[in-house]
Nanobody, 126 residues
Framework: QVQLVESGGGSVQAGESLRLSCEVSGWTDEIYAMGWFRQAPGKAREGVAH????????NYSPSVQGRFTISQDRAKNALFLQMDSLKSEDSAVYYC???????????????????WGQGAQVTVSS
């Protein structure tokens, strides 16, 4: 099993920054990739950023490309999402997720993510 716990959410003004953290525990050596997703009220869950655990390769949604940065600290079993130049449309609950299965596709499709955190609220006021 893999356990994920997010932290760092909050309320900010448009243009400001936030950094989300995800503490990872359990079978961490078996993680193939990790990602950050978000879901706003009335909208589908959206994949925001992904990172390949062994190579560090990253992938971003066009809506956050150039503003958000995903990173990992494998020694500390932690995942991060640095969010800069935040916009009101970035407001959502953000989830940390992990894929344990070894796949050939990157980024993994959402349905392959089999471990999820509880979510962290991010609110951006314009």
């Amino acid at each position: 099993q893999v356990q994920l716990v997010e932290s760092g959410g909050g309320s900010v003004q448009a243009g400001e920054s936030l950094r989300l953290s995800c503490e990872v525990s359990g079978w961490t050596d078996e993680i193939y990739a990790m990602g950050w997703f978000r879901q706003a009220p009335g909208k589908a869950r959206e994949g925001v950023a992904h990172i390949h655990s062994s190579t560090g390769r990253t992938n971003y949604s066009p809506s956050v490309q150039g503003r958000f940065t995903i990173s990992q600290d494998r020694a500390k079993n932690a995942l991060f999402l640095q969010m800069d130049s935040l916009k009101s449309e970035d407001s959502a609950v953000y989830y940390c997720a992990a894929v344990r299965l070894r796949l050939t596709q990157f980024p993994p499709p959402t349905y392959e993510y089999n471990y999820w955190g509880q979510g962290a609220q991010v609110t951006v006021s314009s």
